[in-house]
Nanobody, 128 residues
């Protein structure tokens, strides 16, 4: 069983920054893909950024150039640095993982329902 715990959410003004963290725990699980997703009120869950164990990263077009994903493999911890935040970034942010090495992380970024495990989420609110 894998547990994911997100932290770092909060409320900031437009143009501000936040850094999200996701601590993963689980014996014997291969964290091939670790990613961030978000869900705004009344909307579906969308991929934000994905980190593959081979070093490749993927971003949604809406966050390219503003967000940066990274991972500490030794600690099984995932990060999301969010800069130049906009009100439209307001959402619940979730961390999720997948162990399938047969597909690239871009596939999972676009297909959130294929992720294996999810955290409970951390709330991000951006005011104008």
């Amino acid at each position: 069983q894998v547990q994911l715990v997100e932290s770092g959410g909060g409320s900031v003004q437009s143009g501000g920054s936040l850094r999200l963290s996701c601590a993963a725990s689980g014996v014997g699980y291969n964290y091939v893909h670790m990613g961030w997703f978000r869900q705004a009120p009344g909307e579906g869950r969308d991929g934000v950024a994905m980190s593959d164990s081979d070093g490749r990263v993927w971003y949604a077009d809406s966050v390219k150039g503003r967000f940066s994903i990274s991972r500490d493999s030794a600690k099984n911890t995932l990060y999301l640095q969010m800069d130049s935040l906009k009100p439209e970034d307001t959402a619940m942010y979730y961390c999720a993982v997948n162990s399938n090495a047969g597909l690239r992380g871009l596939y999972y970024l676009k297909n959130p329902d294929q992720m294996d495990y999810w955290g409970a989420g951390t709330s991000v609110t951006i005011s104008s």
